[in-house]
T-cell receptor, first 114, second 109 residues
Framework: ETGVTQTPRHLVMGMTNKKSLKCEQH?????MYWYKQSAKKPLELMFV???????ENNSVPSRFSPECPNSSHLFLHLHTLQPEDSALYLC?????????????FGPGTRLTVL | GQNIDQPTEMTATEGAIVQINCTYQ??????LFWYQQHAGEAPTFLSY??LDGLEEKGRFSSFLSRSKGYSYLLLKELQMKDSASYLC??????????WGAGTKLIIKP
């Protein structure tokens, strides 16, 4: 039990579909993150939210649209995706304070774009 | 550019010891992390080093040398459940985490 949940766990979508990924953390953390994990590649940071404010957008294509309505919930809205967007999408949270500020990850959503 | 290097894959025998190395070149240094990730699961935190030396936690130890830009994760008394990917990550001067691609560890009976 990591305290960070993600739904759905698996998603198959066509390039013209619109879907959303959901992340919820039950740890009382203040910062939330979206990562993309492709096979044999380093984790790619996509977006960071601190106290519901977006503080990082690592040149992510506009077909990915994040939303953070409160400190416990994070969404990733997907539209007009490409096959190369197929990957594992991980959500993480941290306290957002100094020190180790360890990242707690959710189990991820395995996304396949046809 | 910033870079983290670790071996792609390693194989070890149950009951043995294995050392997974990580070298890094980053803009500044504010700590190094090791995470374990079983296939299809979330990465989970293993260790954090910010000062030089060895941190021991049960069967797992992590070592850091900041002057050499080098760390290793040492796993003792290997068990089959230790089969997983091990991710090295460094926090740079901007407090951003730079991740390695991970080392897939295969444990054989």
């Amino acid at each position: 039990e990591t305290g960070v949940t993600q739904t759905p766990r698996h998603l198959v979508m066509g390039m013209t579909n619109k879907k959303s990924l959901k992340c919820e953390q039950h740890l009382g953390h203040n910062a939330m993150y979206w990562y993309k994990q492709s096979a044999k590649k380093p984790l790619e940071l996509m977006f960071v939210y601190n106290f519901k404010e977006q503080t990082e957008n690592n040149s992510v294509p506009s077909r990915f649209s994040p939303e953070c309505p409160n400190s416990s919930h994070l969404f990733l809205h997907l539209h007009t995706l490409q096959p190369e967007d197929s990957a594992l999408y991980l959500c993480a949270s941290t306290t957002g304070t100094s020190g180790p500020d360890t990242q707690y990850f959710g189990p991820g959503t395995r996304l396949t774009v046809l | 550019g910033q870079n983290i290097d670790q071996p792609t894959e390693m194989t070890a025998t149950e009951g043995a010891i294995v050392q997974i190395n990580c070298t890094y070149q980053t803009s500044g240094f504010n700590g190094l992390f090791w995470y374990q990730q079983h296939a299809g699961e979330a990465p989970t935190f293993l260790s954090y080093n910010v000062l030089d030396g060895l941190e021991e936690k049960g069967r797992f130890s992590s070592f850091l040398s900041r002057s050499k830009g080098y760390s290793y994760l040492l796993l003792k008394e290997l068990q089959m459940k230790d089969s997983a990917s091990y991710l090295c990550a460094v926090r740079d001067s901007n407090y951003q985490l730079i991740w390695g691609a991970g080392t897939k560890l295969i444990i054989k009976p």
